[in-house]
């Protein structure tokens, strides 16, 4: 029986194939958040430790340190360590979104902030002395409380730091 | 305004020079007064400022920061528009990874005939606890704080601002209202502090 596929076309065709298998495993934005959107996804993670990240692909410091961030959620997740993003960029730049979240891979939802109104609101609900700031990181206890703020790049170490001691003892 | 061509370092002279990192200051308290060289070599004084003009604005600004980047124009116009009304804009660039060469061209790129300064050490983004870029203060003639936060709410439309936040702050301030809302926020670029 002759196919009419000849062995470079097969291989081909095979790379194609697993590069759709890549492209639909890569992770997507988990969609679109409010600020009640947001407060009722952090309570859905109830008795775990809930870091949430918020960031933008124009924010060069988000950029740097996101990888650290999926490596945490990696490192912690048994642990009890939940990790949730949320990229606060514009409708346009969804696609910059989706790239970047292909590219780092991370093994935690990202959501996208719901654009439209006054950010002003979406930042004093997540935290009063917030000032907009990016990167900025909101880290929940077990309890459901706010344990703490971080504002600005932070490193590894800061973001262990941040979660270790509210974590479940090993 | 009174300035002095001495080209002096960092001098802060605020009553909260205590704080290294102080609270942000209250609307209605006393904004932090500060001396600092402008890039283009002189002395500039907070406190003799506010004396000399019917408000200021102390706008932290970015040379890289794409939210701070996009208010360049709106930037440039208001403190051309404001000047003619006794108003003074000043810009503060705190970031420690722009250098002083590096906020002097890229004011040049975008037309900035305001007075910029570079802050060492980001004391005095620290005096007022300034968080992000851009992110701005309006001092009144008696040094008090009058207004903190965004220039607008729409940085990526400049036509479809809906919330002109910095102005209405100037236009009552100058109109002798109080202004309706003195503080705002916005998402923004973190300084980078040493």
């Known amino acids: 029986m002759d196919f009419g596929l000849s062995a470079g076309r097969a291989a081909t065709a095979l790379l194609l194939l697993a590069g759709t298998v890549a492209a639909a495993d890569a992770?997507?934005?988990?969609?679109e958040i409010d600020a009640k959107g947001l407060a009722r996804a952090i309570?859905?993670?109830?008795?775990?430790?809930?870091?949430?990240?918020?960031?933008?692909?124009?924010?060069?410091?988000?950029?740097?340190?996101?990888?650290?961030?999926?490596?945490?959620?990696?490192?912690y997740r048994d642990r009890g360590l939940s990790v949730l993003g949320v990229s606060t960029d514009f409708d346009k730049q969804l696609p910059a979104v989706e790239k970047f979240l292909a590219k780092?891979?991370?093994?935690?939802?990202?959501?996208?902030?719901?654009?439209?109104?006054?950010?002003?609101?979406?930042?004093?609900?997540?935290?009063?002395?917030?000032?907009?700031?990016l990167p900025f990181s909101v880290v929940y206890g077990p309890d459901g409380k706010k344990a703490r703020?971080?504002?600005?790049?932070?490193?590894?170490?800061?973001?262990?730091?941040?979660?270790?001691?509210?974590?479940?003892?090993v | 305004m009174n300035?002095?061509?001495?080209?002096?370092?960092?001098?802060?002279l605020s009553a909260a020079t205590g704080a290294a990192l102080a609270e942000s200051p209250a609307i209605g308290a006393a904004a932090p007064t500060f001396r600092l060289t402008t890039l283009d070599g002189k002395s500039f004084s907070l406190a003799d400022a506010?004396?000399?003009?019917?408000?200021?604005?102390v706008m932290f600004i970015a040379t890289k920061c794409p939210y701070s980047n996009a208010y360049n124009d709106r930037m440039r116009k208001m403190a051309e528009e404001y000047a003619k009304k006794n108003v003074l804009i000043v810009g503060i660039n705190s970031?420690?990874?722009?250098?002083?060469?590096?906020?002097?061209?890229?004011a040049r790129e975008h037309?900035?005939?305001?007075?910029?300064?570079?802050?060492?050490?980001?004391?005095?983004?620290?005096?007022?606890?300034?968080?992000?870029?851009?992110?701005?203060?309006?001092?009144?003639?008696?040094?008090?704080?009058?207004?903190?936060?965004?220039?607008?709410?729409n940085y990526e439309n400049p036509e479809k601002v809906a919330s002109p936040d910095l102005r209405n702050a100037l236009d009552a301030l100058l109109t002798g209202q109080s202004v309706a809302k003195a503080e705002t926020k916005a998402f923004g670029c973190s300084i980078k502090r040493v």
């Not at chain 1, 430790?49 to 340190?65: D, S």
């Not at chain 1, 780092?104 to 609101?121: I, L």
């Not at chain 2, 506010?50 to 604005?57: F, G, I, N, P």
Request: net charge negative; proline share 7%.
């Open chain 2, 95 to 106: 970031n420690s990874t722009e250098p002083a060469e590096e906020v002097r061209a890229h």
């Open chain 1, 104 to 133: 780092n891979r991370p093994e935690f939802p990202n959501y996208h902030k719901k654009s439209g109104g006054d950010d002003q609101e979406f930042i004093e609900a997540v935290d009063a002395k917030w000032g907009g700031e």
């Open chain 2, 3 to 12: 300035i002095l061509p001495t080209a002096i370092g960092v001098v802060i």
């Open chain 2, 50 to 57: 506010a004396r000399e003009h019917k408000l200021v604005v």
């Open chain 1, 43 to 75: 309570a859905r993670e109830n008795g775990k430790v809930v870091l949430v990240n918020f960031w933008a692909t124009w924010c060069v410091p988000c950029r740097e340190e996101f990888p650290d961030l999926v490596r945490l959620e990696k490192d």
């Open chain 1, 27 to 31: 992770p997507r934005v988990a969609g």
């Open chain 2, 111 to 153: 037309g900035f005939a305001f007075p910029l300064m570079k802050d060492p050490g980001n004391k005095v983004a620290d005096l007022y606890d300034a968080r992000h870029t851009p992110e701005v203060y309006v001092v009144d003639p008696e040094g008090k704080l009058r207004y903190h936060g965004r220039i607008d709410e």
């Open chain 1, 149 to 169: 703020v971080l504002s600005g790049k932070q490193s590894y170490a800061d973001f262990e730091r941040a979660v270790r001691a509210l974590l479940k003892p």
